[in-house]
């Protein structure tokens, strides 16, 4: 009953930028938090950022300055802007929603962890 599209990725050389975006359809009633993760080859999937729906933010490390996740509650969408792309950024990147209540068709319900598909993103030397 609801749909992640992601779109963004690809493929850049070290130093530029990319914006991911992420954006959440059905009947949807609520997103409390909202963030990107992503999967290097051969390591586990880690926090990139996160946003509250009130707006507060968070960065792993190696991300920040860098950076720069932001969202439009009106249409369920998450912004990833990533500029100063380095090698090691290279992963597949995935829209996770934390606590998204949607309506069914006959109920409300709430899953406490969406996942998107995953977008590529390879950054060259």
């Known amino acids: 009953q609801v749909q992640l599209v992601e779109s963004g990725g690809g493929l850049v050389q070290a130093g530029g930028s990319l914006r991911l975006s992420c954006a959440a359809s059905?009947?949807?009633?609520?997103?409390?938090?909202m963030g990107w993760y992503r999967q290097a080859p051969g390591k586990q999937r880690e926090l990139v950022a996160a946003i509250t729906r009130g707006g507060s933010t968070t960065y792993t490390d190696s991300v920040k300055c860098r950076f720069t996740i932001s969202r439009d509650n009106a249409k369920n969408t998450v912004y990833l802007q990533m500029n100063s792309l380095k090698p090691e950024d290279t992963g597949v990147y995935y829209c996770n929603l934390d606590r998204i209540t949607y309506y069914t068709g006959s109920t409300y319900a709430t899953n406490n962890d969406y996942w998107g598909p995953g977008t590529q993103v390879t950054v060259s030397s």
């Open positions: 059905g009947r949807i009633l609520s997103i409390n938090t």
